[in-house]
């Protein structure tokens, strides 16, 4: 899944760069919640090995999974935070099934490839 978050981090980033451009600062704030679990899951990839060697206990799988799992409390953090400032109840409800729904099921997805290899 590492290729997978590197290319949604790439299209999240573009996806900012042409809003900021069009004007809409707003709209960029409301899409930066994408980009932490796949952040943290390359942030995991990159230092779980470093990290193995100072836990006994705990392997580089083991500390991809703590990283996506708490980038995904984070962001849920994040999100709802940001819907509170929403003040439609629809747009906000979209924000939050959407955002959230995607977050969740990234993670899964992220999680349930991790797994076979514990």
Known sequence: ??????????????FCYFTLRSGRQGMVLLMLPLLVVPGANVMGFA???????????LG???????????????????????SRNIKQKGFRRG???????????????ILVAALPNL
Request: charge should be negative; aromatic fraction near 12%.
């Open 60 to 82: 580089p799988e083991h500390w991809r999974i703590l990283f996506v799992l708490g980038a995904v409390a984070v962001t849920m953090g994040l999100v709802g935070g940001i």
């Open 47 to 57: 230092l779980a090995p470093q990290l193995d060697k100072l836990s006994p206990l």
């Open 95 to 109: 924000y939050l099934f959407v955002i959230g729904g995607f977050t969740l099921i990234f993670s899964f997805l």
């Open 1 to 14: 899944m590492l290729t997978e978050s590197f290319i949604l981090l790439i299209l999240v980033v573009v």
